[in-house]
Protein backbone atom coordinates (compact mmCIF):
# COMPACT_ATOMS: atom_id res chain seq x y z
CA UNK A 1 0.00 0.00 0.00
CA UNK A 2 1.09 3.40 -0.96
CA UNK A 3 2.23 5.73 2.19
CA UNK A 4 -1.22 6.99 3.58
CA UNK A 5 -1.79 10.71 4.43
CA UNK A 6 -4.15 11.65 6.44
CA UNK A 7 -5.89 14.81 8.38
CA UNK A 8 -7.84 16.52 10.78
CA UNK A 9 -9.13 19.99 9.63
CA UNK A 10 -11.07 21.81 12.14
CA UNK A 11 -12.60 25.49 11.78
CA UNK A 12 -11.58 27.82 15.06
CA UNK A 13 -14.79 28.89 15.84
CA UNK A 14 -15.31 26.84 19.24
CA UNK A 15 -13.63 24.27 21.05
CA UNK A 16 -12.54 20.78 20.43
CA UNK A 17 -16.15 18.76 20.85
CA UNK A 18 -16.57 15.13 21.21
CA UNK A 19 -17.31 14.54 17.76
CA UNK A 20 -14.23 16.33 16.21
CA UNK A 21 -12.25 14.71 18.83
CA UNK A 22 -13.50 11.17 17.72
CA UNK A 23 -12.51 12.33 13.87
CA UNK A 24 -9.92 13.20 15.03
CA UNK A 25 -8.89 9.80 17.15
CA UNK A 26 -9.90 8.24 14.06
CA UNK A 27 -7.62 9.76 11.41
CA UNK A 28 -4.64 9.50 14.13
CA UNK A 29 -5.42 5.46 15.02
CA UNK A 30 -5.59 4.64 10.67
CA UNK A 31 -2.22 6.74 10.52
CA UNK A 32 -0.75 5.50 13.32
CA UNK A 33 -1.21 1.85 12.10
CA UNK A 34 -0.72 2.23 8.44
CA UNK A 35 2.91 3.70 9.37
CA UNK A 36 1.36 6.79 7.51
CA UNK A 37 1.41 10.86 8.96
CA UNK A 38 -1.33 12.36 10.37
CA UNK A 39 -2.10 16.41 9.43
CA UNK A 40 -3.59 18.83 11.51
CA UNK A 41 -5.10 21.66 9.29
CA UNK A 42 -6.74 24.99 11.18
CA UNK A 43 -9.82 25.51 8.40
CA UNK A 44 -9.90 29.43 9.04
CA UNK A 45 -10.84 31.13 6.35
CA UNK A 46 -14.30 32.09 7.66
CA UNK A 47 -12.38 35.21 9.42
CA UNK A 48 -15.16 36.79 11.18
CA UNK A 49 -15.82 33.59 13.32
CA UNK A 50 -12.03 32.00 13.52
CA UNK A 51 -10.69 33.31 16.68
CA UNK A 52 -6.75 32.52 18.14
CA UNK A 53 -8.81 31.15 21.18
CA UNK A 54 -10.40 28.56 19.49
CA UNK A 55 -7.15 27.78 18.04
CA UNK A 56 -5.83 27.54 21.31
CA UNK A 57 -8.50 25.14 22.63
CA UNK A 58 -8.34 22.67 19.72
CA UNK A 59 -4.38 22.45 20.46
CA UNK A 60 -5.25 21.62 23.66
CA UNK A 61 -7.61 19.35 23.17
CA UNK A 62 -5.67 17.23 20.78
CA UNK A 63 -2.61 17.34 23.12
CA UNK A 64 -4.28 16.32 26.24
CA UNK A 65 -5.96 13.36 24.42
CA UNK A 66 -1.88 12.51 22.92
CA UNK A 67 -3.31 13.20 19.21
CA UNK A 68 0.17 13.87 18.09
CA UNK A 69 0.24 15.24 14.50
CA UNK A 70 3.40 14.67 12.33
CA UNK A 71 3.14 17.75 10.06
CA UNK A 72 1.35 21.33 10.64
CA UNK A 73 -0.87 23.00 12.34
CA UNK A 74 -1.18 24.54 8.96
CA UNK A 75 -3.60 27.35 8.72
CA UNK A 76 -5.79 28.05 5.76
CA UNK A 77 -5.87 31.92 5.55
CA UNK A 78 -2.04 31.41 4.60
CA UNK A 79 -2.95 29.78 1.87
CA UNK A 80 -5.15 32.70 -0.27
CA UNK A 81 -2.78 32.96 -3.16
CA UNK A 82 -3.05 29.21 -4.09
CA UNK A 83 -6.28 29.25 -4.09
CA UNK A 84 -6.63 32.14 -6.53
CA UNK A 85 -4.26 30.76 -8.35
CA UNK A 86 -6.38 27.09 -8.74
CA UNK A 87 -9.23 29.53 -9.40
CA UNK A 88 -7.58 31.78 -12.25
CA UNK A 89 -6.37 28.21 -13.88
CA UNK A 90 -10.28 26.74 -13.44
CA UNK A 91 -11.06 30.20 -15.54
CA UNK A 92 -8.90 30.03 -18.25
CA UNK A 93 -9.79 26.38 -18.97
CA UNK A 94 -13.01 26.76 -19.08
CA UNK A 95 -13.73 24.76 -16.14
CA UNK A 96 -15.22 28.36 -13.89
CA UNK A 97 -17.21 30.95 -15.25
CA UNK A 98 -18.09 34.04 -13.84
CA UNK A 99 -21.67 35.01 -12.58
CA UNK A 100 -22.84 38.20 -12.44
CA UNK A 101 -26.53 37.35 -11.17
CA UNK A 102 -27.03 39.55 -8.38
CA UNK A 103 -28.42 38.22 -4.92
CA UNK A 104 -31.95 39.26 -5.74
CA UNK A 105 -32.10 37.66 -8.98
CA UNK A 106 -30.85 34.67 -7.18
CA UNK A 107 -33.86 34.81 -5.02
CA UNK A 108 -36.15 35.18 -7.68
CA UNK A 109 -35.16 32.22 -9.56
CA UNK A 110 -34.89 30.01 -6.25
CA UNK A 111 -38.82 31.14 -5.44
CA UNK A 112 -39.47 30.95 -9.33
CA UNK A 113 -38.25 27.17 -8.96
CA UNK A 114 -39.89 25.96 -6.04
CA UNK A 115 -43.38 27.54 -7.60
CA UNK A 116 -42.69 25.68 -10.47
CA UNK A 117 -41.94 22.27 -7.95
CA UNK A 118 -38.23 22.28 -9.56
CA UNK A 119 -34.83 21.81 -7.17
CA UNK A 120 -33.66 25.12 -7.29
CA UNK A 121 -30.22 25.49 -8.10
CA UNK A 122 -28.72 27.90 -10.12
CA UNK A 123 -30.14 28.00 -13.58
CA UNK A 124 -26.98 28.18 -15.63
CA UNK A 125 -27.48 31.83 -16.79
CA UNK A 126 -24.64 32.96 -16.64
CA UNK A 127 -22.59 29.65 -17.96
CA UNK A 128 -22.11 30.44 -21.28
CA UNK A 129 -21.29 33.83 -21.17
CA UNK A 130 -18.36 34.80 -23.56
CA UNK A 131 -17.15 38.04 -22.55
CA UNK A 132 -17.29 39.79 -18.88
CA UNK A 133 -19.05 42.57 -17.62
CA UNK A 134 -16.59 45.08 -16.68
CA UNK A 135 -17.44 47.09 -13.53
CA UNK A 136 -19.98 44.43 -12.56
CA UNK A 137 -19.33 42.18 -9.22
CA UNK A 138 -19.29 38.43 -9.70
CA UNK A 139 -18.75 35.20 -8.28
CA UNK A 140 -17.03 32.60 -9.96
CA UNK A 141 -18.77 29.35 -9.87
CA UNK A 142 -17.77 25.37 -11.10
CA UNK A 143 -19.13 24.45 -14.45
CA UNK A 144 -20.20 21.17 -13.37
CA UNK A 145 -21.42 18.43 -15.49
CA UNK A 146 -25.13 18.21 -15.16
CA UNK A 147 -25.19 14.44 -16.82
CA UNK A 148 -23.74 11.36 -15.70
CA UNK A 149 -23.17 9.80 -11.68
CA UNK A 150 -20.88 10.80 -9.82
CA UNK A 151 -19.57 7.66 -7.16
CA UNK A 152 -17.57 6.59 -4.67
CA UNK A 153 -16.85 4.28 -2.43
CA UNK A 154 -17.42 4.74 1.20
CA UNK A 155 -14.61 3.10 3.54
CA UNK A 156 -17.37 2.89 5.86
CA UNK A 157 -20.85 3.22 4.20
CA UNK A 158 -20.13 1.26 0.97
CA UNK A 159 -20.99 2.30 -2.50
CA UNK A 160 -22.40 6.24 -3.05
CA UNK A 161 -23.68 8.05 -6.16
CA UNK A 162 -25.32 11.17 -6.65
CA UNK A 163 -26.50 12.06 -10.39
CA UNK A 164 -24.88 15.08 -11.76
CA UNK A 165 -28.22 16.46 -12.71
CA UNK A 166 -28.73 17.46 -8.82
CA UNK A 167 -25.67 19.15 -8.06
CA UNK A 168 -25.56 22.58 -8.93
CA UNK A 169 -22.51 25.13 -10.05
CA UNK A 170 -20.67 25.99 -7.09
CA UNK A 171 -19.58 28.72 -5.85
CA UNK A 172 -15.98 28.46 -5.61
CA UNK A 173 -15.09 31.95 -5.06
CA UNK A 174 -17.44 34.95 -3.67
CA UNK A 175 -17.83 38.47 -5.04
CA UNK A 176 -15.09 39.71 -2.53
CA UNK A 177 -12.63 37.16 -3.54
CA UNK A 178 -12.81 35.35 -0.72
CA UNK A 179 -12.59 31.71 -1.81
CA UNK A 180 -15.53 29.02 -0.49
CA UNK A 181 -14.93 25.91 1.93
CA UNK A 182 -15.60 22.91 -0.24
CA UNK A 183 -12.94 24.67 -3.07
CA UNK A 184 -10.06 25.56 -0.38
CA UNK A 185 -11.04 21.64 1.49
CA UNK A 186 -9.92 20.33 -2.12
CA UNK A 187 -6.87 22.36 -2.78
CA UNK A 188 -5.75 21.55 0.39
CA UNK A 189 -6.56 18.51 0.31
CA UNK A 190 -4.55 17.82 -3.06
CA UNK A 191 -1.60 20.14 -2.47
CA UNK A 192 -0.87 17.95 0.82
CA UNK A 193 -1.67 14.62 -0.87
CA UNK A 194 -3.87 13.70 1.46
CA UNK A 195 -4.57 9.72 0.27
CA UNK A 196 -7.63 9.22 2.90
CA UNK A 197 -10.44 11.62 3.91
CA UNK A 198 -12.06 10.68 7.22
CA UNK A 199 -14.85 13.04 8.53
CA UNK A 200 -18.28 13.44 9.71
CA UNK A 201 -20.66 11.93 7.40
CA UNK A 202 -22.64 15.28 7.52
CA UNK A 203 -20.26 15.70 5.04
CA UNK A 204 -21.33 13.05 2.56
CA UNK A 205 -23.58 15.66 0.62
CA UNK A 206 -20.42 18.04 -0.61
CA UNK A 207 -18.06 14.60 -1.66
CA UNK A 208 -19.51 14.71 -5.40
CA UNK A 209 -18.98 18.07 -6.15
CA UNK A 210 -15.32 17.75 -4.21
CA UNK A 211 -14.71 14.63 -6.25
CA UNK A 212 -16.14 16.70 -9.07
CA UNK A 213 -13.40 19.47 -8.13
CA UNK A 214 -10.49 17.02 -8.23
CA UNK A 215 -10.90 15.69 -11.19
CA UNK A 216 -11.29 19.31 -13.04
CA UNK A 217 -8.06 19.94 -11.30
CA UNK A 218 -6.53 17.08 -12.43
CA UNK A 219 -5.73 15.82 -8.80
CA UNK A 220 -6.24 12.18 -7.71
CA UNK A 221 -9.43 11.82 -5.57
CA UNK A 222 -8.61 10.06 -2.11
CA UNK A 223 -10.49 7.52 -0.51
CA UNK A 224 -13.14 8.99 1.61
CA UNK A 225 -15.08 7.38 5.19
CA UNK A 226 -18.19 9.15 6.32
CA UNK A 227 -17.87 8.61 10.28
CA UNK A 228 -21.89 8.39 11.75
CA UNK A 229 -22.98 11.51 13.73
CA UNK A 230 -23.14 10.86 17.79
CA UNK A 231 -26.32 11.00 18.81
CA UNK A 232 -27.76 12.18 22.47
CA UNK A 233 -30.04 9.60 24.86
CA UNK A 234 -32.67 11.12 23.27
CA UNK A 235 -31.41 10.32 19.73
CA UNK A 236 -31.28 13.73 18.93
CA UNK A 237 -27.60 15.29 17.60
CA UNK A 238 -25.63 15.50 20.17
CA UNK A 239 -25.51 19.32 22.20
CA UNK A 240 -25.28 21.50 24.55
CA UNK A 241 -28.68 20.74 25.84
CA UNK A 242 -27.26 17.02 25.91
CA UNK A 243 -24.44 18.26 28.80
CA UNK A 244 -21.04 19.13 28.43
CA UNK A 245 -19.00 18.34 24.87
CA UNK A 246 -16.31 20.19 24.84
CA UNK A 247 -12.89 17.84 25.22
CA UNK A 248 -11.66 20.18 27.74
CA UNK A 249 -14.95 20.17 29.86
CA UNK A 250 -14.38 16.50 31.03
CA UNK A 251 -10.80 16.78 31.91
CA UNK A 252 -11.98 19.47 33.88
CA UNK A 253 -14.83 17.26 35.81
CA UNK A 254 -11.74 14.63 36.05
CA UNK A 255 -11.83 12.47 33.52
CA UNK A 256 -8.49 11.14 32.63
CA UNK A 257 -7.77 11.37 28.49
CA UNK A 258 -7.02 7.41 28.15
CA UNK A 259 -10.75 6.99 29.52
CA UNK A 260 -12.00 9.70 27.02
CA UNK A 261 -9.81 7.72 24.01
CA UNK A 262 -11.56 4.84 25.15
CA UNK A 263 -14.92 5.78 25.32
CA UNK A 264 -14.49 7.59 21.92
CA UNK A 265 -13.02 4.68 19.79
CA UNK A 266 -15.97 3.09 21.01
CA UNK A 267 -18.40 4.77 19.59
CA UNK A 268 -18.79 3.49 16.22
CA UNK A 269 -15.91 1.12 16.33
CA UNK A 270 -15.84 -2.73 18.05
CA UNK A 271 -13.40 -5.65 18.53
CA UNK A 272 -15.31 -8.40 19.31
CA UNK A 273 -16.72 -8.52 22.82
CA UNK A 274 -13.42 -6.02 24.34
CA UNK A 275 -14.41 -2.98 26.08
CA UNK A 276 -10.73 -1.86 27.76
CA UNK A 277 -8.39 -0.71 24.90
CA UNK A 278 -4.05 0.64 25.43
CA UNK A 279 -3.99 3.29 23.17
CA UNK A 280 -0.99 0.67 21.85
CA UNK A 281 -3.53 -2.11 21.36
CA UNK A 282 -6.28 0.63 19.35
CA UNK A 283 -3.41 1.14 16.94
CA UNK A 284 -2.33 -2.08 16.22
CA UNK A 285 -6.55 -3.42 16.20
CA UNK A 286 -8.00 -0.53 14.48
CA UNK A 287 -9.32 -0.73 11.26
CA UNK A 288 -12.13 1.85 9.32
CA UNK A 289 -14.06 -0.99 7.79
CA UNK A 290 -15.13 -2.03 11.57
CA UNK A 291 -16.83 1.29 11.82
CA UNK A 292 -20.12 0.62 12.51
CA UNK A 293 -22.70 2.35 9.56
CA UNK A 294 -25.00 3.61 12.00
CA UNK A 295 -24.93 6.69 14.39
CA UNK A 296 -23.39 6.31 18.26
CA UNK A 297 -25.13 7.13 21.51
CA UNK A 298 -23.65 8.98 24.38
CA UNK A 299 -23.33 7.34 27.29
CA UNK A 300 -22.20 9.50 30.16
CA UNK A 301 -22.19 6.37 32.36
CA UNK A 302 -20.27 4.18 30.32
CA UNK A 303 -17.65 6.67 30.31
CA UNK A 304 -17.39 7.00 34.11
CA UNK A 305 -17.09 3.29 34.25
CA UNK A 306 -14.29 3.18 32.01
CA UNK A 307 -12.71 6.36 33.62
CA UNK A 308 -12.96 4.72 37.61
CA UNK A 309 -11.26 1.09 35.51
CA UNK A 310 -8.19 3.96 34.51
CA UNK A 311 -7.92 5.61 37.94
CA UNK A 312 -8.09 2.19 39.97
CA UNK A 313 -5.48 0.68 37.72
CA UNK A 314 -3.65 3.59 37.26
CA UNK A 315 -0.29 4.55 38.49
CA UNK A 316 -0.15 6.28 41.58
CA UNK A 317 2.65 8.59 40.89
CA UNK A 318 1.41 9.72 37.10
CA UNK A 319 -2.13 10.06 39.21
CA UNK A 320 -0.13 12.66 41.73
CA UNK A 321 0.50 14.56 39.10
CA UNK A 322 -2.72 14.66 37.16
CA UNK A 323 -4.16 15.19 40.74
CA UNK A 324 -1.99 18.33 41.79
CA UNK A 325 -4.05 21.49 39.48
CA UNK A 326 -7.61 19.72 41.30
CA UNK A 327 -5.97 19.73 44.78
CA UNK A 328 -4.64 23.42 44.31
CA UNK A 329 -7.86 24.44 43.57
CA UNK A 330 -9.54 23.18 47.17
CA UNK A 331 -6.61 25.01 48.68
CA UNK A 332 -4.04 22.15 48.80
CA UNK A 333 -0.04 21.73 47.78
CA UNK A 334 1.64 18.35 49.14
CA UNK A 335 4.50 20.49 48.59
CA UNK A 336 4.15 22.43 51.94
CA UNK A 337 3.97 19.71 54.10
CA UNK A 338 1.86 16.17 54.55
CA UNK A 339 2.26 12.62 52.92
CA UNK A 340 3.86 11.55 49.57
CA UNK A 341 0.35 12.46 47.11
CA UNK A 342 1.09 8.93 45.57
CA UNK A 343 0.85 7.27 48.52
CA UNK A 344 -2.12 8.80 49.26
CA UNK A 345 -4.01 8.27 45.08
CA UNK A 346 -2.76 4.17 46.63
CA UNK A 347 -5.31 4.39 49.60
CA UNK A 348 -8.06 6.60 47.35
CA UNK A 349 -8.15 4.65 43.50
CA UNK A 350 -10.10 2.05 44.17
CA UNK A 351 -12.94 3.80 44.88
CA UNK A 352 -12.75 7.01 43.11
CA UNK A 353 -14.52 7.38 39.61
CA UNK A 354 -13.00 10.48 38.38
CA UNK A 355 -10.10 12.82 39.29
CA UNK A 356 -12.53 15.18 41.47
CA UNK A 357 -13.27 12.51 43.76
CA UNK A 358 -9.79 11.81 44.23
CA UNK A 359 -9.09 15.00 45.08
CA UNK A 360 -11.80 15.33 47.57
CA UNK A 361 -10.98 11.90 49.55
CA UNK A 362 -7.23 13.66 49.64
CA UNK A 363 -7.85 16.39 51.49
CA UNK A 364 -8.35 15.44 54.85
CA UNK A 365 -4.49 14.02 54.52
CA UNK A 366 -3.37 17.98 54.32
CA UNK A 367 -5.77 19.26 56.74
CA UNK A 368 -3.92 18.70 60.04
CA UNK A 369 -6.94 20.15 62.07
CA UNK A 370 -9.97 18.42 59.72
CA UNK A 371 -13.29 19.73 60.36
CA UNK A 372 -15.45 16.49 62.56
CA UNK A 373 -18.79 15.94 61.06
CA UNK A 374 -20.91 16.47 63.84
CA UNK A 375 -23.67 14.09 63.29
CA UNK A 376 -20.76 11.41 62.92
CA UNK A 377 -19.73 12.42 66.73
CA UNK A 378 -23.49 12.53 68.07
CA UNK A 379 -23.43 8.60 67.11
CA UNK A 380 -20.42 7.20 67.11
CA UNK A 381 -19.08 8.96 70.09
CA UNK A 382 -19.68 7.96 73.68
CA UNK A 383 -18.25 9.04 77.23
CA UNK A 384 -16.06 6.36 76.91
CA UNK A 385 -14.83 6.59 73.55
CA UNK A 386 -11.88 9.07 74.55
CA UNK A 387 -10.80 6.49 77.15
CA UNK A 388 -10.25 4.48 74.07
CA UNK A 389 -8.59 6.78 71.81
CA UNK A 390 -6.08 7.91 74.13
CA UNK A 391 -5.14 4.14 75.27
CA UNK A 392 -5.11 3.59 71.42
CA UNK A 393 -2.62 6.54 71.39
CA UNK A 394 -0.20 5.47 73.25
CA UNK A 395 0.15 1.99 71.92
CA UNK A 396 0.85 3.17 68.53
CA UNK A 397 3.44 5.65 69.99
CA UNK A 398 5.27 2.74 71.67
CA UNK A 399 4.91 0.69 68.22
CA UNK A 400 8.08 -0.73 66.42
CA UNK A 401 6.69 -0.89 62.94
CA UNK A 402 4.22 1.52 61.69
CA UNK A 403 3.08 -0.19 58.48
CA UNK A 404 -0.57 -2.21 57.79
CA UNK A 405 -0.57 -5.29 59.34
CA UNK A 406 1.06 -4.30 62.41
CA UNK A 407 -0.98 -1.30 62.73
CA UNK A 408 -3.85 -3.45 62.50
CA UNK A 409 -2.48 -6.00 65.40
CA UNK A 410 -2.39 -3.18 67.53
CA UNK A 411 -6.24 -2.56 67.18
CA UNK A 412 -6.77 -6.20 68.08
CA UNK A 413 -4.47 -5.78 71.35
CA UNK A 414 -6.15 -2.74 72.23
CA UNK A 415 -9.88 -4.38 71.92
CA UNK A 416 -8.82 -7.28 73.02
CA UNK A 417 -7.42 -5.27 76.36
CA UNK A 418 -10.36 -3.17 76.48
CA UNK A 419 -12.93 -5.65 75.93
CA UNK A 420 -14.44 -3.76 73.43
CA UNK A 421 -14.75 -4.40 69.69
CA UNK A 422 -13.38 -2.28 66.74
CA UNK A 423 -17.30 -1.35 65.96
CA UNK A 424 -16.97 0.63 69.44
CA UNK A 425 -13.32 2.17 69.12
CA UNK A 426 -12.82 1.97 64.51
CA UNK A 427 -15.76 5.00 63.67
CA UNK A 428 -14.73 7.55 66.37
CA UNK A 429 -10.77 6.94 65.45
CA UNK A 430 -11.58 6.99 61.52
CA UNK A 431 -13.63 11.26 62.26
CA UNK A 432 -10.17 11.60 64.71
CA UNK A 433 -8.00 11.01 61.60
CA UNK A 434 -10.35 12.19 58.70
CA UNK A 435 -13.60 14.27 60.05
CA UNK A 436 -16.12 12.25 59.20
CA UNK A 437 -16.50 8.35 58.76
CA UNK A 438 -15.94 7.92 54.89
CA UNK A 439 -12.48 7.45 54.36
CA UNK A 440 -10.10 4.57 52.97
CA UNK A 441 -9.01 1.66 55.26
CA UNK A 442 -7.94 3.09 58.54
CA UNK A 443 -4.84 1.18 59.00
CA UNK A 444 -3.89 2.30 55.09
CA UNK A 445 -4.56 6.00 56.76
CA UNK A 446 -2.25 5.68 59.72
CA UNK A 447 0.48 4.29 57.47
CA UNK A 448 0.26 7.01 55.18
CA UNK A 449 0.05 9.93 57.96
CA UNK A 450 2.76 8.40 59.60
CA UNK A 451 2.89 8.07 63.39
CA UNK A 452 3.82 11.34 64.59
CA UNK A 453 0.82 12.44 62.99
CA UNK A 454 -2.09 9.65 63.86
CA UNK A 455 -1.32 10.42 67.57
CA UNK A 456 -1.25 13.75 66.99
CA UNK A 457 -4.88 13.89 65.64
CA UNK A 458 -5.72 11.25 68.12
CA UNK A 459 -4.34 13.02 71.08
CA UNK A 460 -6.43 16.13 69.20
CA UNK A 461 -9.40 14.14 69.83
CA UNK A 462 -9.09 12.66 72.62
CA UNK A 463 -8.80 16.42 74.20
CA UNK A 464 -12.21 17.18 71.94
CA UNK A 465 -14.33 14.51 73.05
CA UNK A 466 -13.43 14.32 76.85
CA UNK A 467 -16.77 15.21 78.71
Not at 188 to 194: Q, T
Not at 287 to 295: D, F, Q, R
Not at 297 to 326: C, E, M, Q, T
Request: aromatic fraction near 8%.
Amino acid sequence: MSHVRLRFAPSPTGYLHIGGARTALFNWLLARKLGGTFILRIEDTDVARSTQESVDAILQGMEWLGLDWDEGPFYQSDNFPLYKEHVEKLLAEGKAYKCYCSAEELEAKREKALAEGRKPKYDGTCRSLTADIPGRPYVVRFKAPHEGVTAFHDLIKGPISFNNEELDDLIIQRTDGTPTYNFVVVVDDASMGITTVIRGDDHINNTPRQILLYEAMGCPVPQFAHVPMILGADKTRLSKRHGATSVMAYRDMGFLPEAMINYLVRLGWSHGDEEIFSKEELVEKFTIEAVGKSAGVFNPDKLLWLNAHYIKSGDPARLAGLLLPFLAERGVDPAVGGPELAAVVKTLQERAKTMLELADGAVFYYTPEPVFDEEAVAKHVKPETAGYLSRLADVLAAAADFRHDPIEGVFKEVCAELGIKMGQIGPAVRIALCGGTVSPSIYEVMEVLGKEETCRRLTRAVARFTV
